[in-house]
């Protein structure tokens, strides 16, 4: 069965401060791995989005990395804002899937507190 | 700005009623649509698939007569929460891929349904 676990589920960190999110999956093969971020009461939005062969990717103060090899991607948040406070969900798209089905982690709420 | 829209944003409504979630794809056309649902705390949980022209894929659990989906147009989906119950209050959001963006899942932005 395609699993996505993330870890931690919520971290509360002080503004300005590094963290990093992780993601291991089940899903072989995959087409691509990406994280979004989902404000509260909002629908999740893009953040990254990485091929098998990709390791890396950033988007501003948001890295990404990945490891097919051991299944393993991050999500590195540089000089967190109190607007990096959502939950990040770490997403996993089969390969050769018609239907485009996803797979999701269930989240890591992030807060970033003054 | 956004690229799939919903409507409502947020419901209210008494329980035995119906209620009905638009989800549109702007400036772009999708054969297909997905809807979830998103209990607090928790993450998104595929309900049924929305294809256009033909009956959506319903995921295991999910009951049919229930969730009507209707795929109107190639920017259009609709849910429909018949006769809803308290336990059917939730987020329900809707996801429409791109194929000019290589497919990737553009998400609205939910709509949350509350059921008295």
């Known amino acids: 069965k395609n699993q996505v676990e993330q870890s931690p589920q919520s971290l509360i960190i002080l503004e300005g401060k590094n963290c990093t999110l992780q993601?291991?999956?089940?899903?072989?093969?995959?087409?691509?791995l990406r994280w979004y971020k989902q404000d509260t009461g909002r629908g999740p939005v893009s953040l990254t989005i990485?091929?098998?062969?990709?390791n890396t990717k950033s988007n501003g103060r948001y890295t990404a990395t990945l490891d097919a090899d051991t299944k393993q991607s991050s999500l590195h948040i540089t000089a967190s804002q109190l607007s990096d406070s959502a939950s990040y969900i770490c997403?996993?798209?089969?390969?050769?899937?018609?239907?485009?089905?996803?797979?999701f982690g269930g989240g890591t709420r992030l807060m970033v507190k003054p | 700005g956004a690229v799939v829209s919903q409507h409502p944003s947020r419901v209210i409504c008494k329980s035995g009623t119906s209620v009905k979630i638009e989800c549109r794809s702007l400036?772009?056309?999708?054969?297909?649509m997905f809807w979830y649902r998103q209990f607090p705390k928790q993450s998104l949980m595929l309900m049924a698939t929305?294809?256009?022209?033909?009956?959506?894929?319903?995921e295991q659990g999910v009951e049919k007569d229930k969730f009507l989906i209707n795929h109107a147009s190639l920017t259009l989906s609709t849910l429909t929460v018949t006769s809803a119950h308290p336990e059917d209050s939730s987020f329900y959001i809707c996801?429409?891929?791109?194929?000019?963006?290589?497919?990737?899942?553009?998400f609205g932005p939910g709509t949350r349904l509350t059921v008295l």
């Open positions: 997403v996993v798209r089969p390969a050769a899937n018609a239907g485009n089905m996803l797979t």
């Open positions: 990485m091929t098998f062969s990709e």
């Open positions: 400036d772009f056309q999708a054969t297909t």
């Open positions: 929305s294809n256009e022209g033909s009956k959506a894929t319903y």
């Open positions: 993601c291991n999956y089940t899903v072989s093969p995959f087409s691509n």
């Open positions: 996801s429409a891929p791109m194929a000019r963006e290589l497919n990737e899942q553009f």
